[in-house]
């Protein structure tokens, strides 16, 4: 696991190293890219005018490498973010505030109506007791498929997400735990549902399940090292039978081509 110092050492070293270096990315937010302001250089006119001893002549500017475009904004953000954002395993986070996670992360998707969120998950509890000893708490993130890049997460079986509501209300479905916390989590990637805040409060109860759903379905399958930064969504507390939970919306998820 890095530490805090080698972490901002790599960011740096990253940046520093321009485009030559090489990352391979699993997860890239275009979305959170464009909620940040970043000074640009000027940009060239769709055509230009030459002047010349014998008339004008009209020449078509250079197109744009939107992709290029795309690195140098990350790698800006990389340094202010990563030389400001906390690690994610340090207690007292708030929501909205930025971290950065270093973990082995399973990708998975939901089957059915939610298939069009992704979500990252760590080892489950025993599975792999050195990383648990390192960091003392369960990682989380959540995002949309539409930002995946070229990887193919595997579809779980999520815990029933809605019931059956007895008595005189009987035949009425209503959200279970795990469908209140999954719909609160799909509302910020929905695009339906653009421009409405995910409820409140998330359901504790309802995220365990769910990444309970996850370990069940890959309890044997390790997880590939992945880092990035990413949102933070809430902070669940540990309780009598879980440990405490950090549940975050990621801008970027890569490999680690060498975990420490």
Known sequence: MLTRLTWQDETLRRVGGALGEYREFVYLSDA??????????????????????????????????SERDRMRQLEKLDKHLG???????????????????????????????YQHMVLF????????????????????????SRHLRGFAPVAVEAPALEGIEGGSSFGTTFLTTAGQAVRALSLEHDAAAEGVRPPSGL??????????????????????????????????????????????????????????
């Open 203 to 260: 359901n504790g109860s309802g995220v365990r399940e769910l990444l309970e759903a996850i370990d069940v379905r890959h309890g044997q399958v390790p997880g590939a090292w992945m880092s990035g930064l990413a949102r933070v969504t809430a902070e669940l507390p540990a309780t009598d039978t879980a440990v405490r939970c950090v549940v975050a919306s990621p801008l970027n998820v890569e490999y680690v081509r060498d975990p420490a």
């Open 83 to 113: 030389q400001r954002a906390e690690w994610f395993a340090q207690p007292g986070l708030r929501p909205g505030q930025w971290v950065w996670f270093e973990a082995p992360l399973r990708c998975v998707t939901l089957q059915g109506d």
């Open 32 to 65: 959170k890219l464009q909620q940040f302001s970043l000074p640009r250089r000027l940009a060239l006119p769709s055509a230009l005018r030459l002047n010349t001893p014998v008339g004008g002549v009209d020449v078509d500017a250079p197109a744009a490498d």
């Open 121 to 144: 998950a760590d080892p489950a509890p025993g599975e792999d007791p050195s990383y648990e000893q390192q960091v003392g708490c369960r990682l989380l993130l959540h995002g949309s």
